[in-house]
């Protein structure tokens, strides 16, 4: 290995370890122009040197399994990479830049990198980060293990225990702050989550060979067959071609004046692998009017004679005494000795070939997602374990749970139901107006179509930073407000209806973030108050209607269902329950779209708001709420009804 640099002539002074490349200070500002995402993954020999000085064994030797050489050589970047990668994050997320060394601090935050607390009064007193968080008066510490096993729990358990002491002593010397431990454990799952895939793939395979194995079979059976009709084939005009010369041998004329190939086209073909395949074989037959138009299609392939020269004239001339009819009947004797039933396994005449029909049908995408979900789960395990000063609760990754509700007047509410339905009034400059059923959440997003003053804007908006993530046209589709849309729970969001349009299903690629028109319905159908996808089919509810509609997404044919009530408003859980609203009859219903049952539910709550919209949200595997919103003299106001299931 070079010491300096070829293209600089200067010494190596960092290390890439997504390449394994090495660099000088002028390589690398091209190495990271070249390849941006290569740029945190690149140490200086100053950091590995740092790193080494204080580096810590337990955290790249396992005592309790035995690894190679390699396994712990390894694990000294992995552990380093995953603890600057976290660092950066941390930085990112409050907003504090980046630059090597020890301590970085905001107002607020404190972030302690691998920084040695001399007053602990113990050993293990250099954790990989602190984080010291002065407006929430707490103090986490956080080690980070990069192990090649998946004792994730053990792991997890013997970062707590050595911390206990350095966690007791900080809290000590900061006794108004709550101190944790917080173990980050990253196991070494990624061959057995790719093994069970590979399983699932190679079933597949396997299922896939199965149906071919017939067709394939046959298909070499009929191969096989043209081969040896084409060598017949082949063979026997060769035989014609002998005859032809041995009765005009002293003819100078062209020996195909028979007429068998007729060499009229005199453009040269090329002489290609491709005209001699099954495939090109098949074809020349099919299109082929004869036998002789078969042979002169392919006299400059298949039939050149300069090709299937089978036979030795003048040998055979000489060991049958220029007997024209003995030559001749010698080698038809020969051919013929080919169908001998003696030495013939097969009657190729009485060939027998399966007729196939293939049918397919889309499989149950959602279906088989629930399957394979249900086959592996990856799971992140809390620590539940603490010293008697401490909590291993991280307040900055609890699930909220959030009502978003939206103003016509530029703006929404978020009501935070985690937090004793806290309030919060966020400011937008969008105007929402007749989008009550044009919304959908996925994940941390909500995605708005169309309205009355953006008929052909849609939006995404984001709940973990409360603003606008990007606003784009409608194309590809008609907008329009008081559209319906559900989630298939993959890539789509689908689009039913609006005021205007009562005939369109219509789609938007969540990835791609493109429209499609997806299936036009026919007419009949109003304006849809609630839609959603179950088991591969589309359910959607018409307004002012005594029906919904389900929409195979497979065969995309349609069914209509008979209700006995008048839809003004309607929610679902997505799983086969809508949960309707009449408010002329201030009736208010579950319906199922499986078994066709209604059951009627309490309706006064809801029904004597003025425009009353129902909303459905899961609280717990047993508990469900419908919040309602409806105007008053104060505005929007939620109410709701709770669902034990």
Request: proline share 3%; net charge neutral.
């Amino acid at each position: 290995m070079t010491i300096k640099c070829l293209n600089h002539q200067r010494s190596h002074e960092f290390i890439c370890y997504q390449c394994n490349s090495l660099m000088c200070s002028k390589c690398i500002t091209i190495h990271i122009k070249d390849h941006p995402d290569h740029s945190d993954k690149i140490e200086h020999i100053d950091e590995i040197k740092d790193s080494l000085s204080t580096l810590k064994l337990d955290d790249i030797i396992d005592t309790t399994t035995t690894t190679n050489n390699n396994d712990s050589t390894n694990s000294i970047p992995r552990h380093n990479m995953v603890v600057k990668v976290i660092l950066k994050e941390m930085l990112k997320f409050h907003r504090i830049p980046y630059k090597p060394g020890a301590v970085y601090q905001s107002d607020t935050i404190e972030i302690l990198h691998e920084a040695r607390i001399d007053n602990a009064l113990t050993k293990t007193n250099k954790p990989d980060l602190i984080v010291k968080n002065r407006t929430k008066k707490s103090i986490k510490i956080i080690e980070i293990s990069v192990p090649y096993d998946n004792n994730i729990v053990k792991r997890s358990r013997d970062k707590i225990e050595k911390y206990q002491p350095l966690a007791a002593a900080l809290k000590k010397s900061n006794p108004d702050h709550k101190v944790a431990v917080i173990p980050i454990i990253i196991g070494a799952f990624e061959n057995d989550i790719k093994q069970h895939f590979e399983q699932l793939h190679q079933y597949l395979i396997i299922e896939e060979h199965k149906l071919q194995r017939d067709i394939i079979n046959d298909k070499h059976t009929i191969t096989n067959q043209i081969d040896k009709n084409i060598m017949n084939l082949k063979y026997l005009i060769n035989i014609i071609i002998l005859f032809n010369k041995l009765n005009n041998n002293n003819n100078s004329s062209d020996n195909n004046s028979n007429g068998i190939i007729n060499n009229e086209d005199t453009s040269i073909i090329p002489d290609t692998t491709t005209l001699y395949s099954t495939t090109t074989i098949m074809e020349s037959i099919t299109t082929s009017s004869s036998l002789q138009s078969f042979i002169n299609h392919n006299n400059q392939t298949l039939f050149n004679d300069k090709n299937n020269n089978y036979f030795n004239i003048d040998e055979l001339i000489k060991q049958h005494s220029s007997d024209s009819s003995s030559i001749l009947l010698d080698i038809i004797h020969k051919y013929n000795n080919q169908f001998n039933e003696s030495t013939t396994n097969t009657d190729d005449n009485n060939l027998t070939l399966s007729s196939y029909k293939l049918t397919i049908k889309q499989p149950d995408f959602n279906q088989l997602n629930s399957i394979i979900e249900q086959s592996i789960k990856l799971d992140n395990i809390e620590s539940t374990e603490s010293i008697n000063t401490t909590t291993t609760t991280n307040n900055n990754d609890n699930k909220q749970s959030y009502i978003f509700t939206t103003h016509q007047s530029k703006g929404a509410t978020l009501i935070n139901t985690s937090n004793n339905n806290s309030i919060e009034e966020l400011k937008f400059d969008y105007q929402f107006d007749f989008i009550y059923s044009a919304i959908v959440s996925i994940g941390e997003y909500i995605y708005i179509f169309g309205g009355y003053t953006n008929e052909n804007k849609w939006i995404k908006i984001s709940i973990r930073s409360k603003s606008i993530e990007h606003i784009g046209d409608i194309e590809g589709i008609k907008g329009d407000y008081f559209i319906s849309v559900c989630y298939d729970g993959q890539d789509h969001i689908y689009l039913v209806n609006g005021w205007k349009i009562k005939n369109r299903i219509d789609r938007f690629n969540i990835k791609t973030m493109k429209f499609e028109s997806y299936h036009q319905i026919p007419f009949g159908y109003d304006r849809q108050v609630s839609s959603m996808i179950f088991k591969g089919s589309l359910y959607s509810i018409s307004y002012n209607q005594y029906k919904l509609f389900q929409f195979d997404l497979t065969n995309r044919t349609i069914i209509d269902h008979q209700i006995d009530i008048i839809p003004f408003s309607a929610c679902h859980d997505n799983n086969g329950n809508f949960f309707i609203l009449d408010r002329l009859n201030k009736r208010f219903i579950k319906y199922n779209v499986e078994t066709k049952q209604t059951i009627n539910l309490n309706a006064v709550p809801l029904a004597n708001a003025y425009y009353p919209f129902v909303m459905y949200h899961r609280e717990s595997p047993t508990s469900s709420y419908i919040y309602s919103f409806g105007y008053s003299n104060r505005g929007v106001l939620p109410h709701q009804l709770h669902f034990n299931k």
